[in-house]
């Protein structure tokens, strides 16, 4: 998808940013992704990132995205990229952010990312989910509330990727005998302000060597959601789970309940990719 045409909308909400006019001087592909097409825009008055795609696709993906990140820039805990502006034109969505130049780590880089992340976990909410719905990359979440969250799990996480599998027969029976347990394997906590999509490609680091997160996929949900997340494709250093620990605990077994939290963005997966995470996302409802 060709974003030129939308680069006039763009100037538009930039100019209504700045309070003064703006062209965009030039842009640069900015990689990473497989949903949209991004872009670092200069307009001489200052560089800004921005997402642009179709519109029909992926309805309201933006406007969650703004809203993730406001709320996790509230938390004040992670650095986070600013909101500038969203929109449409003719067909097309846009998001604007704050554009952020990537850094070098400083020396207790993990540790900190580690703590940081914990401090934002104690931020907490009376229910599981969120006040609105989002996007697990291109797939839509639902975060409608629920008191509990194993039945925040089931019916808002697991049971819409199921179906949109279509499991059926010995695969879909295993969930179902997997459902009944899970009051017994996940301990009772309090909703954690999640990042939601915490793999290490979702984080990248800020100007001044800290971590700044990106892309989330925001709720409240239980914690060890993003930490099982971070140790999905490879994992994080040691330090940053041993920081993460020593500000806030996690309850005992959580290694063990790591793949079981997993099931969830293994089931996205298998959505949107197929072949090899079928295999995996088998291999943990075997164990459980």
Not at 37 to 59: L, S
Not at 133 to 147: A, C, E, V
Request: hydrophobic share 40%; with cysteine.
């Amino acid at each position: 998808m060709n974003p030129n045409p939308v680069f006039r909308a763009i100037e538009a909400a930039l100019c209504g940013y700045l309070a003064r006019s703006v062209v965009i001087q030039s842009h640069l592909p900015v990689g990473g992704g497989c949903i949209n097409n991004a872009f670092c825009i200069d307009t001489g008055a200052g560089k800004f990132f921005c997402k642009v795609n179709d519109v029909k696709k992926y309805p309201g993906m933006f406007e969650a995205e703004a809203k993730g990140l406001q709320v996790l820039k509230e938390a004040n805990e992670i650095f986070v990229p600013s909101f500038i502006a969203s929109g449409e034109d003719k067909g097309s969505a846009f998001l604007i952010l704050e554009f952020i130049e990537p850094g070098k780590r400083v020396p207790d880089f993990s540790p900190l990312f580690g703590q940081a992340l914990a401090r934002m976990h104690r931020r907490t909410e009376k229910y599981f989910g969120l006040d609105h719905d989002n996007y697990i990359g291109s797939l839509r979440q639902s975060n409608k509330k629920h008191d509990r969250w194993v039945d925040f799990f089931i019916e808002e996480r697991l049971l819409p990727q199921i179906q949109l599998a279509g499991f059926s027969g010995l695969r879909a029976k295993r969930f179902e005998n997997l459902f009944k347990k899970l009051d017994d394997i996940f301990p009772a906590e309090k909703p954690s302000l999640l990042h939601g999509d915490l793999w290490s490609g979702n984080y990248m680091v800020s100007p001044q060597g800290a971590a700044c997160l990106i892309d989330p996929s925001v709720y409240y949900g239980c914690r060890e959601m993003d930490i099982a997340m971070t140790k999905l494709f490879g994992g994080f250093d040691i330090e940053f789970y041993d920081a993460y620990n020593r500000e806030f605990p996690l309850e005992p077994g959580w290694q063990k309940r790591t793949d079981l939290c997993n099931l969830y963005p293994l089931l996205v997966h298998v959505n949107l990719f197929g072949g090899s995470y079928l295999y995996q996302m088998d291999s943990i409802i075997n164990r459980f």
